[in-house]
């Protein structure tokens, strides 16, 4: 075990993600348990450059794993992204003692840790903390399951108006460039199709869905469309069906950043917490520049530079599935 750590330094970066406050508890906790330091970081990166940091205690994450967001609140830091940014956070860091960072966030919070190890050694184990689920290296994120859970949710409510009124709707779920969402919340609500950015579907094959569910007299339809696709989002997919098909009564809607917030899911929690934990024992075990995820149910550690560049694959089977439930 790694005896020179002595301090660390939890921080959240990037978009806020259901489940951040259980793994900055877990962090928190472990570190107690295993006679550390720790301090939180607050506004992620641009807090550790305005020395906005401050000692925990047990008050510190008192009533925090139910409450979705992040009490360390998160930001955007454009200086850090630049040399001068990066050496000003490390003195601000190293004048605390701050030996080892713990980073939950997305592919650019794993990014800052893994060029922060590179420049000035200081140790950084990363926690997968997005709803997109778009990181190599883990089966799951922190935030993924509440988000799909959400997203169900809410495609539920709209499909009694679908029902209701013969409507068509199109749904935009969030993911980034990743159909990961989409494919979750498709299965789950009944989809008649699920647009991904991995998969291109032509307007014409959906055209042939919609027209063979309207054969089968189906009451609804709800297609799926993860952000950030190539053929465009909702609105777009949208337009192009109605001027094609315009007796189709055709709605939209955009769930946006409700998917974001919340209360974690139970799995989220404990996801959370599992990584909040194997987080600390990796950096007291030398475990550097790595993040920490679960795969196959497993805890494993996979090199930050991987889990950033690395392509996550969709899960065809899941696509396979998909297709079947909505003929």
């Given at each position: 075990m790694d005896n020179t750590i002595k301090k660390i330094g939890v921080l959240t970066s990037g978009g806020d993600a259901p489940g951040m406050n259980a793994a900055i508890r877990a962090v928190v906790r472990a570190g107690f348990y295993y006679n550390l330091e720790v301090y939180g970081i607050y506004r992620g990166y641009e807090g550790m450059i305005n020395n906005d940091i401050r000692k925990m205690d047990s008050k510190s994450i008192a009533h925090v794993l139910e409450r979705g967001g992040t009490f360390l609140k998160s930001a955007r830091s454009e200086e850090f992204r630049t040399a001068?940014?990066?050496k000003k956070a490390y003195e601000n860091i190293k004048a605390i003692g701050i030996?080892?960072?713990?980073?939950?966030?997305?592919?650019?919070s794993l990014t800052g840790a893994h060029l922060f190890y590179k420049e000035f050694g200081i140790p950084a184990v990363g926690l997968p903390g997005t709803i997109d689920n778009d990181l190599f290296g883990t089966d799951l994120t922190i935030g993924f399951d509440t988000a799909c859970n959400t997203a169900i949710q809410a495609i539920d409510k709209i499909r009694d108006t679908a029902t209701s009124h013969d409507r068509l709707f199109f749904i935009e779920v969030m993911g980034r460039d990743a159909g990961f969402i989409a494919i979750n919340a498709g299965i789950g609500s009944?989809?008649?199709?699920?647009?991904?950015?991995?998969?291109?579907?032509?307007?014409?094959m959906l055209l042939e869905r919609l027209k063979s569910r309207e054969k089968a007299k189906k009451e609804s339809n709800i297609v799926i469309v993860a952000e950030g696709g190539k053929s465009g989002g909702a609105a777009e997919i949208a337009e192009k069906v109605r001027k094609i098909l315009p007796s189709y009564d055709i709605k939209v809607t955009i769930l946006g950043h409700l998917q974001r917030?919340?209360?974690?899911?139970a799995f989220d929690r404990t996801l959370a917490s599992k990584l909040g934990v194997s987080a600390v024992e990796g950096l007291l075990h030398g475990k550097y520049d790595v993040m920490v995820g679960v795969i196959n149910n497993k805890i494993v550690f996979t090199p930050i530079k991987r889990a950033i560049v690395d392509d996550k694959k969709v899960d065809e089977e899941e696509l396979r599935i998909a297709n079947i439930l909505s003929t």
């Open positions: 001068e940014g990066r030996d080892a960072l713990v980073v939950i966030g997305g592919d650019g009944a989809a008649a199709a699920i647009l991904i950015p991995e998969k291109k579907m032509p307007v014409e917030g919340g209360a974690p899911s």
